[in-house]
């Protein structure tokens, strides 16, 4: 049965850091074009050295600058559905800062939530005709869905790689990516069941805290941009992520991106 679940789900896209190729040095991406360098005196480059485009595809270290553009994700959908009778059944929503779910008014609410694309220069701006990189993304969700049990999410899912969770392409303005894959986002946090074992139970839940560490592949759609002189803004509709547990067959979850910059470096 499906009752009252929907945060089994929650583990995959709840985003700590992992994948990171290195954390300082020049980075070998293998086949890649994107990096960190390091200056002689081994410090990071900042802010728009850190990102390098190397046009020889067999590189193993990048040189040239590069942009790193950070987008906020408020007005993103979580949805679950699926759950028995609709019980569990709740869209969520990405605010730049939710309340503390329980007061009935803001349960569905969660964030806040971030992501940086990474672009090569060309002529002192991002060069959507390069390789683009998913280097960070980052979701805290805290919410709660009430039915014949309370269950509350508190969760942080994130990626962060230099060299790209995910590579992408621009085809006009629609930015695809790799395998429709974003990799090495790990959620951690826990799910906590506010009822009787027994309804516990139906959700799939223990009773009380079921904690949360793990590391699997976000699927992404395409990312739309308005045009590609405007890369201030993207939309991503809806795709279905799976469970980051067992539970496949308690609920349905599915993700809805928006996208707007607030930061470029």
């Given amino acids: 049965m499906k009752l009252g679940h929907l945060s089994k789900k929650t583990v995959l896209i709840s985003p700590l850091i992992t994948g990171l190729c290195t954390s300082i040095g020049i980075i070998g991406c293998s086949g890649a074009e994107n990096s960190t360098q390091r200056k002689d005196n081994g410090n990071v480059e900042t802010p728009r050295s850190a990102t390098s485009e190397n046009t020889d595809p067999g590189a193993q270290q990048v040189t040239g600058p590069g942009w790193l553009i950070k987008y906020d994700l408020q007005g993103s959908k979580f ?42 220069d060309k002529d002192g701006a991002p060069d959507p005709s390069s390789t683009v990189r998913i280097v960070e993304y980052e979701l805290y969700q805290h919410f709660q869905v009430a039915s014949a049990v309370t269950v509350e999410t508190n969760l942080v899912a994130v990626m962060k790689d230099a060299c790209g969770g995910a590579l992408g392409a621009f085809d006009e303005t629609t930015l695809s990516w790799n395998e429709g894959l974003m990799n ?19 959700g799939g839940l223990a009773e009380g805290e079921n904690p949360r560490d793990v590391t699997e592949s976000l699927p ?10 405007d890369l201030s803004s993207f939309t991503m509709a809806e795709v279905q992520v799976p469970a980051g547990g067992t539970q496949e067959e308690l609920s349905d979850t599915f993700l809805e991106l928006l996208g707007r910059e607030v930061e470029r470096t």
């Fill in 184 to 202: 090495g986002v790990t959620s951690k946090g826990a799910v906590i069941c506010h009822g009787s074992q027994t309804l516990c139970d139906l």
């Fill in 79 to 120: 949805s679950i559905r699926g759950t028995t009778a609709g019980l569990g059944d709740q869209v969520n929503t990405v605010v730049e800062e939710p309340a503390t779910p329980g007061d009935g008014e803001t349960d569905a609410d969660l964030g806040p939530g971030h992501i940086i694309l990474r672009f090569a």
């Fill in 220 to 229: 992404l759609n395409p990312f739309e941009f308005p045009t590609l002189d």
